[in-house]
């Protein structure tokens, strides 16, 4: 097995002055190319500042960051937890990832939903575990003035609304009509593994969420399912288990199928 060499990508957390960690990338011996991981394991919010209350969240600079760091980086494994957030910096997030000219591999672990079912959708390959969920919805804001600055605001959500169909129709399977997004978009629709295959072009994969899922944004929602649970926030360390357990879970599985290959092949020469 080829070793490993693992350098973690931080940045400064202006609040704390410590440093804090926003993903990694691993070289292997022998390989001319990386492969390195980016969490959304948390909220998206639109600037660093807020971003800084949860390190889990990630807002639009997070991600300029972290992809300055990777040019020449073929491959970028995105895992995906998160209860949505900002719908702005959330299409923001969403060009910034499909300008990334390298490959990026989607899983969503527990939940993609909201403005993260559109940034999941950056990815040219989606996997998506059959106990995880998504959630698609009309965009919404907060609007504070008088009506014009409300006018304004309902021509920017319809504008996003085009937006996010314009992503969502890029990725559907045969069909399933613009319309019909929109009606589900409408009724804040939330899938299952098993439910999102029948509309859109992913991967469903037999396996349980890595992990519950927990959002500042919940409550903004009309149609949280109740096994969601309560909107208070995961502890860190608790995500940070579940994430290394299914990643060793994908390790096995992964050793697994190389063990079988070299069975095959073995018995392929009657050895």
Known sequence: MALKRRFDFTKKNRRTGKMEKVGYLDFSEGEEQGRCSLYFYGDIVSATWQSMWYEEDKCPQDIADFLNQLDGYEEIDIYFNSGGGDVFAGLAIYNQ??????????YVDGMAASIASVIMFACDELHFATGAQAMIHKPLCITIGNADDHKESIKQLNLCEDSILDIYEQHTKDG????KLKALMAAETWFN???LAEYFD???EERAAVAACTSDFFDRYANVPE???????TGTDDIVDAVIEEMQNRENRRIEEEKQEILADLDLYGI
């Open 176 to 179: 399933v009509t613009r319309d």
């Open 227 to 233: 096994q969601v649970g309560e909107t208070g926030r």
């Open 193 to 195: 593994g098993e439910k």
């Open 202 to 204: 992913v991967e469903v």
């Open 97 to 106: 990832l499909k300008r990334y000219n390298g490959k990026k591999v989607g």
